[in-house]
């Protein structure tokens, strides 16, 4: 099994040293699949995190069994110091309950954000108050603990929607300080895609490479080729692959991403986990 570059409290050691020598910088640790810690001066955003086993355990005996290829960072009940988390959609590697509750029950004023359009699912998950997420629909923004999130459509695969017309699947911009951030969800491409982020200036984009490949029974996401492409198009400062080295059903070698990427003129960065990177 992969080690993280940084695990337990080696990690800890990384954003506490981060967070005190380094203020004026942006920090973005990579969790494993599409999870990442953002910290910006003192605050600290989770985007879609996945730090448990339980899809292991879930598909434990099964056809689609769910082998972790990568240990986990850090657990969820040791992160005390986060004031926002975010969900992009349903799926429980980006909204797991065991995560996410030890998340919540650790930091009293943690700030959830969903998709509008599955709060009735978020709650009954995770066992909260129905007013507990703060939902939001692709246009739409809002600030919380200095950081300020606006939503994106995603397809997974496709722009899927509820009764009211509210997207399912969103990827979110974050901006935090003079840094704007896009980490897409799990998405394909789709017609207007870059034209939504392209209203932003962005600095940094989370992007997944894991592809779409119909006989593993899942979604699908962008390839490497696809994720270069895309952060060409947007023209993101630079891009971070994500999504793989996670279950060994559903991942995907990142050098068709660093391929393209280098034949694009397109700035990159693979993290390994745990491994951070500073702007």
């Not at 797991?96 to 709650?123: G, H, K, M, Q, Y």
């Not at 603990?145 to 509820?162: Q, S, T």
């Amino acid at each position: 099994m992969i080690r993280p570059v940084l695990q337990d409290a080696a990690f800890f050691a990384d954003v506490k040293e981060a967070r005190s020598r380094f203020p004026g910088q942006l920090h973005c640790w990579w969790l494993g699949q599409s999870g990442f810690l953002i910290q910006w001066q003192d605050r600290h955003l989770l985007l879609d995190p996945y730090l448990s086993d339980s899809l292991t355990h879930k598909y434990a005996g099964t056809g689609k069994p769910h082998v972790r290829m990568t240990e986990r960072v850090v657990a969820p009940e040791q992160l005390d110091f986060i004031d926002v988390v975010t969900s992009s959609h349903n799926h429980t590697d980006h909204l797991d309950r065991d995560t996410l509750v030890p998340l919540l029950e650790r930091n009293s004023e943690l700030e959830l954000i969903v998709p509008e359009a599955n709060r009735d699912f978020v709650v009954e998950r995770l066992g909260v108050p129905r007013e507990r997420p703060r939902g939001l629909d692709a246009g739409q923004s809002l600030e919380c603990a200095g950081f300020r999130i606006h939503a994106v459509p995603a397809a997974h695969n496709a722009l899927e929607k509820d009764a009211q017309g509210r997207h399912k699947f969103l990827g979110y911009i974050i901006e935090a300080g003079p840094w704007t951030l896009y980490h897409s969800g799990d998405t394909l491409r789709y017609e207007g895609m870059a034209d939504w982020v392209k209203r932003h200036r962005i600095d940094l984009a989370l992007l997944p490479i894991n592809g779409d490949r119909p006989e593993r029974h899942v979604a699908g996401n962008l390839n490497g080729r696809e994720a270069a492409a895309l952060a060409r198009e947007i023209s993101a400062g630079l891009v971070i692959p994500c999504h793989f080295e996670m279950f060994e059903f559903n991942t995907a070698s990142p050098e068709e991403f660093v391929q393209t990427c280098q034949a694009l003129g397109q700035r990159f960065k693979v993290l390994r986990a745990g491994e951070r990177w500073s702007g």
